[in-house]
């Protein structure tokens, strides 16, 4: 079983910046694939981040792009959310999980484990 927990969330104004942080514990491995996903109130949840074992392949959604950045550190089991220029609409929880095929896929039922989340808020 591998454990996520999620930080860094809170309340911001448009415009500014957080950093999401998703730490990994348990049966921990480097080999998999960590998205970010993100769930308003009322809408299905939606894709916003990926990034393969190694660092060398990276997806955002283009909703993000220009904006957020996925980055990892395998030594800390951690992986991370940068995101700028942040809008009201990216209001949402946000969710890391961890796909230990390392497909690096979008669909988050190829997912294998979650974390809680952690609420972003954007007012304008």
């Known amino acids: 079983q591998v454990q996520l927990a999620e930080s860094g969330g809170g309340l911001v104004q448009a415009g500014g910046s957080l950093r999401l942080s998703c730490a990994a514990s348990g049966r921990t491995s480097s080999s998999y694939t960590m998205g970010w996903f993100r769930q308003a109130p009322g809408k299905e949840r939606e894709f916003v981040a990926a990034?393969?074992?190694?660092?060398?392949?990276?997806w955002l959604a283009d909703s993000v792009k220009g904006r957020f950045t996925i980055h990892r550190d395998n030594a800390k089991n951690t992986v991370y959310l940068q995101m700028n220029s942040l809008k009201p609409e990216d209001t949402a929880v946000y969710s890391c999980?961890?796909?230990?095929?390392?497909?690096?896929?979008?669909?988050?039922?190829?997912?294998?484990?979650w974390g809680q989340g952690t609420q972003v808020t954007v007012s304008s």
């Open positions: 999980a961890a796909d230990r095929w390392d497909s690096a896929t979008f669909r988050p039922y190829e997912y294998d484990y």
């Open positions: 990034i393969r074992w190694n660092g060398g392949g990276t």
